[in-house]
């Protein structure tokens, strides 16, 4: 099992910037994905990038690209999500996801195991 916790949250106005961090622990021996979620109120949990254990795949939906970039420590245990030129419409709970298997055939929350508590992102106009 892996152990996730999420740091770096906060309220920004629109054109900030955040840096998120997970840090896993536990069964951290073996390759995993960890990727980043987010969820607004009423809204479904969706995808916003993921990296491969090494770093040597990463992947964004197409609303954070050019604006987001995901990265792994040389360990490959602590994640991070730099959000530059953040809108109102980051606004979100997000969440870090981690499970034992490619990361390029992890798009849906459905298929990981291992989730953080979330860490909320607020940006105001």
């Known amino acids: 099992q892996v152990q996730l916790v999420e740091s770096g949250g906060g309220s920004v106005q629109a054109g900030g910037a955040l840096t998120l961090s997970c840090a896993a622990s536990?069964?951290?021996?073996?390759?995993?994905?960890m990727a980043w979620f987010r969820q607004a109120p009423g809204k479904e949990r969706e995808r916003v990038a993921g990296?491969?254990?090494?770093?040597?795949?990463?992947s964004y939906a197409d609303f954070v690209k050019g604006r987001f970039a995901v990265s792994r420590d040389s360990a490959g245990n602590t994640l991070y999500l730099q959000m530059n030129s953040l809108e109102p419409e980051d606004t979100a709970m997000y969440y870090c996801a981690a499970d034992y298997f490619p990361c390029s055939s992890g798009g849906r929350a459905s298929q990981y195991n291992y989730w953080g508590q979330g860490t909320q992102v607020t940006v105001s106009s």
């Open positions: 536990g069964s951290t021996g073996r390759s995993y994905c």
């Open positions: 990296s491969s254990h090494g770093g040597g795949y990463t």
